[in-house]
């Protein structure tokens, strides 16, 4: 059964702090990671797909990074709108996504 | 590009009625459109898959009957909640895919029934 882990659940940062959240998986396959970020009330926005180990994706404060078991999400520097829910998603072979349940990050200014 | 748009924003309804939510792709066709579910603080839990054309694919314990999905073109697929009751409350969002690549969201719809 394909499955997906983010942790922490909840991670609390000062403005500029540098952390990472981690996804872990385990599926029959992998046809792509995603990395959504998701606010409050609102749909989760696409943020990267990473495809194959050893890909690296940059955009702003944001890297994501992909192994054969696990994915990192880097966020350097952080500033409060950054705040939000980080949601990590495999798309396994023939099938649908699997998410798992979320990264809830606050950065405090 | 790839954005998804959805409507209504929020809906409050009363018990016993039907509520349609609409799902647009405004600027790319999209092969599949999904629709999903999500409870607060809780993770997205797919209700069903559809496809331009076709009968939509349900997730196992939705009821097809109490969720009508109709996907009458590639930019559009709507989600009627027949017979709504406070149990249907919930954030409802959708999403569109091209060809098995990335899933683009909407912004979702609340649902209140009273």
């Known amino acids: 059964e394909d499955q997906v882990t983010q942790s922490p659940e909840a991670l609390r940062l000062q403005e500029g702090e540098s952390s990472s959240l981690n996804c872990s998986y385990t599926?029959?396959?992998?046809?792509?990671l995603f990395w959504y970020r998701q606010d409050p009330g609102k749909g989760p926005e696409f943020l990267f797909t990473?495809?194959?180990a050893g890909e690296e994706k940059e955009k702003e404060r944001l890297k994501a990074t992909l192994t054969k078991k696990e994915s990192f999400l880097h966020i350097t520097a952080p500033k409060p709108e950054d705040s939000a829910t980080y949601l990590c998603?495999?798309?396994?072979?023939?099938?649908?996504?699997?998410f798992g349940e979320g990264t809830q990050l606050t950065v405090n200014p | 590009g790839a954005v998804v748009s959805q409507h209504p924003s929020r809906v409050i309804c009363k018990s016993g009625t039907s509520v349609k939510i609409e799902c647009r792709s405004l600027?790319?066709?999209?092969?599949?459109m999904f629709w999903y579910r999500q409870f607060p603080k809780q993770s997205l839990m797919l209700m069903a898959t559809?496809?331009?054309?076709?009968?939509?694919?349900?997730e196992q314990g939705v009821e097809k009957d109490k969720f009508l999905i109709n996907h009458a073109s590639l930019t559009l697929s709507t989600l009627t909640v027949t017979s709504a009751h406070p149990e249907d409350s919930s954030f409802y969002i959708c999403?569109?895919?091209?060809?098995?690549?990335?899933?683009?969201f909407g912004p979702g719809t609340r649902l209140l029934v009273l």
């Open positions: 999403s569109a895919q091209v060809l098995q690549e990335t899933q683009y």
């Open positions: 599926v029959s396959g992998l046809r792509g």
């Open positions: 990473l495809y194959s």
């Open positions: 998603a495999v798309f396994p072979s023939g099938s649908r996504l699997t």
């Open positions: 600027d790319f066709q999209a092969t599949t």
């Open positions: 559809s496809n331009e054309g076709s009968k939509a694919t349900y």
